[in-house]
């Protein structure tokens, strides 16, 4: 029998968890930075990170060597592969649309270059000899991808973000590589592919590094990063540290919700963020 899918996975199942941490970093940045934001860069976000999220699942399940090793979000694409095909056709012809029609043409052009690094990333990890894919970090290339994509739109009108953004590209690292090492050893390393050394020197010390982070974010100087930023930052990266310490005793499922729960650290804060 099929086991219930028990409600908070759906957020992960149906890829909307990404675009919902996108979003939140997006709009909490742009509030800290005293930045303008009409919610069509937020719409195309959105949009553009679930299709991400969406193709890169789908492209596993189709080149996948071993079907009974999946994840359940992977599992899922599978069984449900046309209907996930046709809402990524609507919605890619939808953020098509509103991007040509509502973004400036700056935003749209650096928009264009990163669409160009995303599809590098697709063609790299799902197209490569498996021989060769172990050598390319491809939680680095993600991490990276999603935190360009959400300051691209704060960038376009404050290029005072390097900070902050440095900061989110390190949280969005450690959770990918947490997230994956994890798991990999929960499966007492029986998938046949290797992890990369960065994947694998980063998940050994996944809690040292956070904390090192939340110490490193509370010590920046506020004319450098705004300080709700930094306690944001702060916040997630101790979260990650008390994953760490009991990610075995938890399920595979809690896990990979609470790994992507802790980077929602912003909702806490932008009450009190004024406008």
């Not at 709009?27 to 553009?48: K, M, N, Q, S």
């Not at 160009?116 to 197209?127: N, T």
């Not at 993600?142 to 300051?151: C, Q």
């Not at 306690?231 to 979260?239: C, M, R």
Request: net charge positive.
């Amino acid at each position: 029998m099929r086991r219930t899918i028990q409600p908070w996975l759906w957020l992960n199942l149906l890829n909307l968890d990404a675009p919902l941490i996108a979003v939140l970093w997006q709009v909490f940045v742009a509030r800290c930075r005293r930045v303008e934001l009409d919610a069509a860069p937020t719409a195309v976000l959105a949009g553009c990170v679930w299709l991400i999220y969406a193709a890169d699942r789908l492209f596993d399940t189709r080149f996948t060597q071993d079907p009974q090793r999946e994840s359940p979000r992977h599992k899922f694409h599978r069984r449900h592969r046309k209907i996930l095909i046709g809402m990524v056709g609507v919605v890619l012809l939808n953020t098509a649309w509103l991007s040509w029609t509502h973004l400036a043409p700056r935003m749209f052009r650096a928009g264009i270059i990163l669409l160009l690094g995303v599809g590098l990333y697709l063609g790299v990890i799902h197209l490569m000899p498996d021989r060769l894919r172990q050598y390319c970090p491809k939680e680095l290339m993600v991490s990276l991808l999603f935190a360009i994509g959400t300051f691209l739109a704060i960038w376009s009108d404050d290029q005072r973000i390097g900070g902050g953004f440095f900061l989110f590209f390190a949280l969005c690292w450690i959770n990918c590589t947490a997230i994956e090492y994890w798991e990999w050893r929960r499966r007492l390393r029986a998938q046949s592919n290797v992890l990369h050394r960065s994947t694998l020197w980063i998940g050994t010390r996944v809690g040292t590094i956070a904390l090192g982070l939340a110490t490193w974010a509370m010590l920046i100087p506020e004319t450098r990063v705004p300080e709700p930023i930094c306690i944001a930052v702060a916040l997630s990266a101790t979260g990650f540290f008390v994953l760490d310490r009991f990610w075995h005793k938890l399920s595979s499922d809690a896990l990979r919700v609470l790994a992507d729960a802790v980077l929602l650290s912003p909702a806490v804060l932008l009450p009190f963020v004024a406008r």
